[in-house]
């Protein structure tokens, strides 16, 4: 399966502002998912990062909030915006493999905004 | 609409034991299951996938799980625990074979007594 480099691992930021957060797959990947894990939740999905064309997020995401790009096979960025302590969260990175069956999931991004 | 229901949210087994996590689904057409391992501040590790053939699939660590499809389950189970199995245990389905979207479980929490 798809080995995945994501970073930052953790970042404590201060309200009103952006986080980055870059997700590095050692392969070509035909599809690259972006999901939010909320303190003691599970997961939700935020949006499919489509390779060359705009994400497609799920209800109750909007791109102003988390914009996302996909430049290539291999790499995605997911950016949390004007951020409030609310999206304290465990950001995970997520693909499916060449073959169509290897959903491996990036080690996430633990983030808490203050 | 697609959804997963893990009705323990909580287990506490004694180490050496057996163990049984439920997972009940909720899917119109032939489901794609998995379930995943989360240690504490880790990401998430497949433990076993189900696609079809075989109903006993077996994974990593010992585990295995039985697709149901008259009971709309996919129970994972390990023989005897070990205190490293202490983890948050995530049932997941595919919502649509096309989207690949994981479809996550509320997750059961497994405590390991010594």
């Known amino acids: 399966s798809a080995v995945i480099s994501q970073k930052p691992s953790r970042d404590i930021c201060q309200r009103g502002t952006s986080l980055t957060i870059q997700c590095q797959v050692d392969s070509q990947v035909t599809m690259m998912f972006w999901y939010r894990q909320q303190p003691g939740q599970s997961l939700t999905l935020i949006a499919t990062?489509?390779?060359?064309?705009?994400?497609?997020?799920e209800s109750g995401f909007v791109i102003d909030k988390f914009p996302i790009s996909r430049p290539n096979l291999t790499f995605s960025t997911l950016t949390v915006s004007n951020m409030s302590p609310e999206d304290s969260s465990i950001y995970l990175c997520?693909?499916?493999?060449?073959?169509?069956?290897?959903?491996?999931f990036g080690s996430g991004t633990r983030l808490t905004v203050v | 609409a697609q959804s997963v229901t893990q009705p323990d949210i909580h287990i506490t087994v004694s180490e050496g034991a057996s163990l049984e996590l439920r997972c009940n689904y909720s899917?119109?057409?032939?489901?794609?299951l998995f379930w995943y391992v989360q240690s504490p501040g880790q990401g998430l590790q497949l433990l076993l996938k189900?696609?079809?053939?075989?109903?006993l699939v077996q994974g990593i660590k010992g585990f295995e799980a039985e697709f149901k499809r008259s009971q709309s389950s996919f129970n994972l189970r390990k023989p005897s625990v070990h205190w490293s199995d202490a983890a948050e245990y995530f049932c997941?389905?595919?919502?649509?074979?096309?989207?690949?979207?994981?479809?996550f479980g509320q997750g059961t929490t497994l405590q390991v007594k010594p």
């Open positions: 997941a389905v595919i919502g649509s074979s096309n989207t690949g979207k994981l479809i």
């Open positions: 997520s693909v499916v493999g060449g073959q169509g069956y290897g959903y491996t």
């Open positions: 899917y119109g057409a032939t489901p794609y």
């Open positions: 990062a489509n390779q060359g064309s705009e994400a497609t997020y």
């Open positions: 189900y696609f079809s053939g075989d109903t």
